[in-house]
């Protein structure tokens, strides 16, 4: 056997080896969020999860009608699993062992006749199966581009469900100013109002109760 075939023998088996550690890297990684995150992945396609896109309608504080459209993001997508599965290891934590299982992003828009408002957020589910949720914090996406007069959402209360087709949350407001500056006043009970908001599925039916 020549030592240019050994050699090639050699290279084959290291690159067979390096594809092995990332297949094994990348279904661990996988599998584990199958078991600690049910809420945002299956093997079923067409599983019902949290993960999605929401949409539904309610009245601010001001009466004003709105349309609601929320986007809540995988933790981890395919590509960032893949990215991740074929960097080698600097430490001894495995590929997403010490993130957050319980938390998750996503974005919204909500839109009416004064115009767009766009929100990053984050929250947290309670439950193992995650149909029960912590608090869900909205952040005004470009606040120079925050509408003003206006009741912006400033959290979704600890307490949301979401079951199947339909999510339910209860909405907290901060009123922005003509000058963008936060505003409230305890004489005014606008100003602590609460609403409470179901939505449906994206494509599905939806409803709201103030």
């Avoid at 601010?60 to 699993?81: C, F, M, N, S, W």
């Avoid at 307490?159 to 505003?183: I, K, M, N, P, V």
Wanted: aromatic share 10%.
């Amino acid at each position: 056997m020549s030592k240019g075939f050994k050699l090639l023998l050699l290279l084959l088996g290291l690159a067979a080896l390096s594809w092995g550690m990332y297949e094994c890297k990348y279904y661990y990684s996988y599998y584990a969020d199958l078991k600690d995150r049910p809420w945002a992945y299956s093997r079923d396609e067409n599983a019902k999860l949290l993960v999605g896109t929401w949409q539904g309608e309610f009245h601010d504080p001001d009466g004003v009608t709105k349309t609601i459209r929320l986007t809540i993001a995988e933790p981890v997508t395919d590509e960032e699993r893949a990215r991740k599965a074929g960097r080698r290891a600097r430490k001894r934590s495995g590929l997403g062992s010490q993130t957050d299982k319980k938390r998750f992003d996503g974005s919204a828009t909500v839109s009416s006749h004064r115009g767009r408002e766009a929100y990053k957020l984050n929250g947290h589910v309670r439950t193992e199966d995650g149909h029960q949720l912590d608090v869900i914090h909205f952040q005004i996406d470009d606040e120079l581009q925050a509408l003003r007069k206006n009741f912006t959402v400033h959290s979704a209360l600890e307490g949301g469900q979401w079951q199947d087709d339909r999510l339910t949350l209860t909405l907290a407001f901060t009123y922005t100013t003509a000058t963008g500056s936060a505003f409230s006043s305890s004489a005014d009970p606008r100003y602590d109002k609460k609403i409470t908001v179901r939505l449906s599925r994206e494509n599905h039916e939806h409803f709201a109760t103030n």
